[in-house]
Each structure stands twice: as C-alpha cells, then as structure tokens.
C-alpha cells in the first residue's frame, strides 16, 4: 500500500513539474511582437568608462534573456576596452572585480558614426539617413516592443554624444512623435542616465504615445558615477576611473538576479529609486517616470526578456516599500560614496595627480591636467556671469542661473533659441565641456526672457574676447 501511495506521489510530483513548464513556455510566448532594443554611450575617453561599461553590462542581461543581435543596437565610441590606460586590455567590468562585459557586444555605431543623427535615423528605421556604422535599425512593427536605454553626460534639455552634434530633447521628442504616428511599435520603454535627464521628457513626452521613460534625476539634479576610486565599494587599486553609474548599475543589478517575468517595470522603479536617493549625503538623485505611467504594470520581460537561470527568484515585499526612511536605511548599506557625474573627470584627475610618484613626469603631468580643468571651469563661470550681467544685469545674475520652470512645463520655450546661444557661445567663447554644459538651463531662461541673437553675439563677444 506504502509503494502505491508513493508511486502516486511521484507521478503528481511529475505532472506538477510538466504543468510548471508548460505554464511558463505560455507566459513567455505571450509576448507576440518582436523586441527591439537600441543601447547608447554617448561619451568617449577613458575617463568616462563608465558609460560604455553600463551599456555592455546592459547588452549582457539582453542576451541571457533570449534576445538576438539583430535587435539589438549599440552605440559606442570603443575606445575603453582597448585604451592604454585600461589595466585588463580587452576587457571591460561594470563593478569592482566584477566579470567582462565587453565580451560579443555589437559594433554597430563606433567612432565618428556615434552620432545623434544615426541614433535618431535608428529609431525611425531610417536607413537612407544614415552615415556609416552596422546600417541595423529599428525596423519594428505595430506589435512590437522598444526598449531604448542611454548612457551619458547631460545638462538641462539636451544629452551628449562623442561625435557632432548633442542631441536636444525636442529633437528626441520629435523623433518619437514621427514613430508613434507610423504606428510601428505597440509600446516602449526609454531609460535615461545623465544629468538634470528629466528635463528630456518633463513637459514633453505625452501619455498618448505609448512610451514611459525612466530617469536617474530630476530636471535640475546630477546624476551619479559609481564604483568610483577612493570611494566604498570601490574598484582595484589599478583602475583610475569609475566603473558604473548609481542609476544604470541599480537597473543592471536587479535585472540580473531577477525573474522578469514576476517583476514589473514599477517594482524595478521602487528598487532603483531606492537605491539612487540617498538624501542624508552630500549626493542625491531621485528617479522619475514621464510618459504612460500605465505601462509601468507591466513585466519587465515583456521589453528585455528574461534569464532562465533566475525563474524560481521570489521577490521581498520589503524589496518594493517606498517608505523613505527604509529607502535611505537600505540604501546606505549598499552605496556609500559617489560622485556627480559632472564633477568625474575632476575626480579622475585628482586621483591620478594623488597617486602618481612625487616628482615623476606622470605627477607633473596629471597636476597640469587638473589645473587646467579647474582654470577651464572658472572661466566658464566667469564668462556665464558677465554675459547674463551684460544682458540682464547684475542683479537678475542669480535668477537667470538658478530659476527652475514648475514640473510639467518644458525647460524652453523657444528650443531654436536655446540651440542658438549654446551655438553663438561656442564660437565665440569656445564649446561647452562637460563642465560647461551645466549653464544650458541658464540660457533657456535667458530665452525665456527674450533675449535676440545680437544681444548675445555682443555680449559673448565683450565677456570673452576682451
């Protein structure tokens, strides 16, 4: 009788486990539509390794997840991996003594063609628009799913590229506008790293266009490097540069231990919201959602797939909780130091001037560097203040630098404007470093208070031509 019962319960113990099988070939075939995935690092030198770390990390969580390279687009420069400066030539980590990321990643925009106006070709599958690279585009239909993530230094209203122009976030806009009204994607998910990233969508990206993005920070608010020297957790003592980004390695991490098709876009929210906003030090930066909100419901595998070897993953509740006091409780345990991503280079060149031998040619070197980054920033500085002052004078200074337009409302009201002064500041002045590029906001209020081409010609010309 023992030998029945226990026959019968290996039988049901063996349907049970068909059943499970079953039911997660059908939940995974409920994706119908094709994924389509477009990864950007939009910097280049090696101390922004960072960016192109993020991004092979991200095609690696695509790849477990079952997406093949046809429909998967990368931009990067390609030019960390193999730098003189990378201590593991070949190889790029995302983490302190994490794996090689840089491993069967796509070379599609490398170079001169890491450009804005290939990456906007891209998402239109615009093949005719396109000058160089892979010539692999989105070219997605009605029922299928986008999921766009970039990487990069940014300022109020427009993120960089290493190649040409930067790209503005009513160029972006547009772009997705002409996508969703060609009807050729069921929906899409857009994940931004760069500074004030807000400022891409806030006022701007429509629920109706079927799209949510995610960014690491506000419209007025840095993001963060991570992993950076000198700070806990940190890299190797041989690695000079951050290896990853507070608000892209969260994303990354999570996707990577987790079962995808339980978790959804807004619980991964929760978790990369926690882990960015850690209010109580000197860094700080609260992730935000534009778009269709709605959206957020879904499952994340819906978009990047999902790793089978993290099917029987089962989420804490206290994983999701938006309390802020937990929030900022657990996320001290896991990030304890970094640094502003406009303030990074500052930061790599100190810890090469630091580490370097007293009196070697290498601690001359790295303290020219460094004293030129910080002339260069004072300069900026300088030439901002005097050609608001010329313009609106001294007493409006303050305000056309620090004003923040109300949530909602876009940064600009005029963008031709906004492209206009960073334009005519440029040729005059010199273009915007990464530094620099913190003043975009300063000249969409300057736009926003009227002034004309030839006030701002003039007064370039007086503030840095004297």
């Known amino acids: ?130 000058t160089g690279g892979s010539g692999k585009v989105v070219n997605s239909g009605p029922n299928d799913y986008i999921f766009i993530y970039y990487a990069d230094h940014g300022s109020a209203g427009m993120v960089a590229m290493p190649t040409g122009d930067d790209l503005y976030a009513k160029d972006l806009i547009e772009v997705l506008k002409k996508k969703h009204e060609a009807k050729s994607y069921k929906s899409m998910v857009f994940y931004l790293e760069a500074c004030e990233s807000g400022s891409m969508f806030d006022g701007l990206l429509t629920e109706d266009m079927n799209i949510y993005a995610v960014t690491a920070s506000t419209p007025a608010e840095s993001s963060y490097a991570m992993y950076c020297p ?37 619980q991964q929210h929760g978790v990369v919201r926690r882990r960015t906003l850690v209010d109580y030090l000197d860094f700080s930066s609260h992730v935000m959602q534009y778009g269709n909100k709605e959206l957020s419901k879904e499952p994340i595998f819906t978009y990047i797939g999902t790793n089978p070897d993290n099917d029987n993953f089962t989420m804490k509740a206290e994983e999701f909780s938006s309390n802020p006091s937990a929030e900022i409780a657990h996320s001290s345990r896991l990030t304890r130091g970094a640094v502003s991503q406009r303030d990074a280079q500052l930061h790599y060149l100190w810890h090469r001037f630091n580490r370097s031998a007293d009196g070697s040619s290498e601690k001359i070197e790295a303290q020219k560097q460094l004293q030129n980054e910080i002339l260069s920033r004072q300069q900026v500085d300088q030439n901002i203040h005097q050609i608001i002052a010329l313009v609106f004078g001294e007493e409006n200074v303050s305000k056309m630098i620090e004003s923040i337009r109300p949530a909602g409302q876009p940064l600009v009201d005029d963008w031709d404007c906004l492209k206009m002064l960073v334009r005519i500041y440029g040729e005059i002045c010199g273009s915007l470093s990464i530094y620099g590029k913190k003043y975009t906001r300063a000249m969409a209020n300057m736009c926003n208070a009227g002034i004309n081409e030839k006030q701002m010609t003039l007064a370039s010309n007086q503030a840095c031509l004297k």
């Open 230 to 266: 000198g700070h806990y957790p940190s890299p190797e003592d041989d690695f000079e540069t951050c290896l990853g980004d507070l608000f892209s390695i969260s994303w990354i991490e999570d996707s990577e231990k987790h079962d995808l098709q339980k978790e959804t876009l807004q």
């Open 1 to 130: 009788m023992n030998h029945l019962i226990l026959i019968a319960s290996l039988l049901l113990l063996f349907l049970l486990n068909n059943f499970v099988v079953e039911a997660r070939q059908i939940a995974k075939s409920t994706t119908t539509g094709t994924r389509w995935v477009v990864l950007v690092a939009g910097s280049n030198y090696y101390e922004n390794y960072r960016h192109q770390a993020d991004v092979c990390h991200a095609y690696q969580i695509l790849k477990n997840g079952g997406l093949k390279d046809e429909n998967i687009i990368v931009f990067m420069y390609d030019d960390i991996a193999f730098n003189v400066q990378n201590p593991r030539p070949g190889i790029i980590i995302n983490k302190p003594y994490g794996p090689d990321v840089y491993n069967g990643v796509p070379k599609d925009y490398t170079g001169e063609n890491c450009t804005a106006n290939n990456f906007l070709a891209v998402i239109l599958g615009n093949r005719t628009a396109l």
